[in-house]
């Protein structure tokens, strides 16, 4: 049976949004909410997340590369919730009770294995799923033993300190490299993979100019990018693929195409011809799915990629209480075939329609439809270069760009998802801040 706001209004308590993963779309709508219902008394908003901190995830590139200082970027989820009128709880989703409104969090354990917190509930009126999703490995062999994925920050510096590892390793070494060394393969040529290949490029030609003479990275240094499909970039226009390739192609970067990857080992990557691609370092970059714990969560309906399915007002198909957004959400595109893609657009503009949403289903207002608006694409290939292509009325349909315009625009991506969780003057001096510490630092991380 479907509650209503009316109840919690006749047991006089405020509506309770609990907002489950602090992702770009999931910590967007915390804050807003928090601003707007939170401080007012008219909802209590509460975020569930397992990290402590937030980061662009569509910047986990740079993390890996070194090119940017984690640190420097994170939001951490306890301050951001104390100045925006949310409460943030730390835990994991492990189960949903939706007779009784209750989400089921598992117990925190630290590095130390020491509890930190117990399993818990918490109760709500509203229920927001907003997990994002995870690197989907199709069963390939060796992928969870010998490849990284970029899908948490742990994950990227983790690949980074790898990566300066092995440099320090060839630098020191008195024997001749051997045919793996200072090799990298990165499997999946979407966005991740082909701006971690630009990135990495002049990433490690930086690390290595620090005194590391012994290290030729034209000579030693092999970037492999290996994608099963006819061509880089899939799911993005043919001509953002081409210019692409050609950039990296010109920077050495060995571009495979048509190469589907059956097995990933200790030397490197097998290839379905046999052909064995030496590597140090694997990153596994190819294919999403929503988290597994999704499937057919308390009978809700999910797809073959565990997302949950959702109606056009980004509610669930069987509980109107439960809505989800961002990658986890199959949400129907209205005027096309098929579902929104799995980008950080579609999760903003979902967070901002939710804001309005939630407050008329307080009020026990009809819900709007949500219509995805499409403004393009754009891929950052490092300092090089950036190509995409954007959409929309205020270009008048679709507008070719590349280069330092180009450029500007992915850069201002970045900012909006910043301006929306801290507002204009908190972004415009903390850029200003790192702008002017950039000049006493390193040009990349080094440790």
């Excluded at 940017?68 to 409460?87: C, E, I, N, P, V």
């Excluded at 925190?108 to 930190?116: A, L, P, S, W, Y």
């Excluded at 069987?318 to 209205?334: N, T």
Aim: charged share 20%; glycine share 10%; net charge positive.
């Amino acid at each position: 049976m479907a509650h209503t706001s009316s109840e919690s209004e006749a047991k006089g308590r405020p509506h309770r949004v609990v907002i489950v993963g602090g992702g770009a779309g999931g910590l967007e709508l915390a804050t807003r909410l928090g601003d707007t219902l939170g401080r007012r008394g008219l909802a209590h908003i509460t975020l569930i997340e397992k990290a402590r901190s937030h980061f662009w995830k569509p910047h986990l590139h740079e993390i890996a590369a070194g090119s940017m200082d984690l640190h420097a970027h994170a939001t951490d989820y306890l301050a951001q919730s104390a100045w925006h009128g949310f409460r943030y709880r730390v835990g994991e989703m492990v189960g949903l009770d939706r007779a009784q409104r209750l989400v089921q969090v598992g117990p925190v354990v630290d590095e130390d294995g020491v509890q930190v917190t117990p399993g818990y509930t918490r109760a709500y009126d509203t229920l927001v799923i907003a997990v994002g999703s995870n690197t989907n490995d199709f069963g390939t062999p060796g992928v969870a033993e010998h490849a990284i994925a970029l899908e948490t920050t742990k994950q990227a510096e983790r690949f980074h300190r790898r990566l300066v590892n092995a440099c320090l390793r060839a630098h020191m070494q008195d024997t001749p490299l051997q045919p793996r060394q200072l090799q990298v393969a990165i499997i999946g040529a979407g966005a991740t993979g082909v701006e971690l290949a630009a990135e990495l490029h002049k990433a490690t030609r930086t690390l290595v100019s620090y005194n590391l003479e012994r290290i030729d990275p034209e000579r030693d240094i092999r970037l492999n990018l290996i994608e099963a499909g006819p061509r880089i970039l899939p799911a993005l226009p043919e001509r953002i693929a081409h210019s692409a390739t050609t950039l990296l192609q010109g920077l050495g970067v060995r571009v495979r195409t048509g190469a589907r990857v059956t097995a990933v080992t200790a030397e490197g990557v097998v290839l379905a011809s046999g052909e064995l691609v030496p590597a140090e370092l694997v990153v596994w970059a190819a294919g999403v799915k929503a988290p597994e714990f999704l499937h057919e969560l308390a009978g809700l309906e999910t797809n073959r990629l565990n997302q949950l399915v959702v109606l056009p007002t980004l509610q669930s198909t069987r509980d109107e209480s439960v809505f989800a957004i961002g990658d986890c959400a199959a949400a129907p595109w209205l005027g096309h075939q098929g579902t929104v893609p799995p980008r950080a657009q579609a999760a903003h503009q979902q967070a901002s329609h939710l804001v309005k949403q939630i407050r008329r289903r307080i009020e026990g207002q009809p819900l709007a439809p949500w219509r995805y608006r499409d403004f393009g694409s754009l891929v950052s290939l490092g300092e090089y270069s950036t190509v995409g292509n954007l959409m929309g009325a205020l270009v008048g349909g679709n507008l070719w760009v590349e280069g330092l315009f180009a450029r500007t625009m992915y850069l201002s991506l970045y900012k909006m998802h910043q301006v929306a969780l801290h507002g204009w003057w908190k972004t415009a001096l903390g850029s200003a801040s790192r702008w002017l510490t950039r000049s006493t630092e390193p040009r990349v991380k080094l440790h």
